[in-house]
């Protein structure tokens, strides 16, 4: 998550060069997670050189602060309206509904990637520091 997070703010946004192409929304709701916020779930349906595909990725990094950004989304996304699809040509598989830099979505992936780096850390540590003789003999 640090690297991915770091990555998608040091380099361009290579969706941005993905092909646009016409979709529909087949699904649209908010799941609720009980261990984290709320989820948007958008599912769309795209045709490309006569293949037809399924979405489900609103967007290159996805972070959920809250129900409010998730309602947001299925606000924005509703069932059988018609959106643009941004598809990665080498692969027509891969696509998003909203291919921009999202900054604070980067943010929540570093921020997400030092605390896991810094609790594995101090599990560590931890683990270490009763099989260290100079930290014992205090």
């Known amino acids: 998550m640090l690297g991915r997070g770091l990555a998608r703010l040091a380099r361009p946004n290579p969706e941005l060069q993905w092909l ?3 979709g529909q929304i087949l699904e ?10 709320s989820v948007a ?3 769309y349906a795209y045709r490309y050189q006569q293949a037809c ?8 990094v996805e972070i959920w ?3 409010s950004t998730a309602k947001k989304f299925v606000n924005k996304y509703p069932p059988n309206a018609s959106v643009t699809v941004y598809l990665n040509p080498k692969k027509p598989t891969e696509a998003v509904l909203e291919p921009q ?5 980067a943010f929540g992936s570093i921020l997400f990637g030092v605390t896991f780096v810094i609790s594995g850390s101090m599990v560590w540590f931890f683990q270490l ?10």
């Open 20 to 22: 646009a192409v016409s």
């Open 28 to 37: 649209a709701r908010v799941e609720d997670d009980p261990d984290s916020a």
């Open 41 to 43: 779930r958008i599912r």
């Open 53 to 60: 595909h399924e979405g489900r990725r609103i967007a290159p």
């Open 65 to 67: 602060l809250g129900d």
């Open 101 to 105: 830099q999202q900054p604070m979505a």
């Open 129 to 138: 520091m009763p099989k260290m003789p100079l930290l014992n003999s205090w």
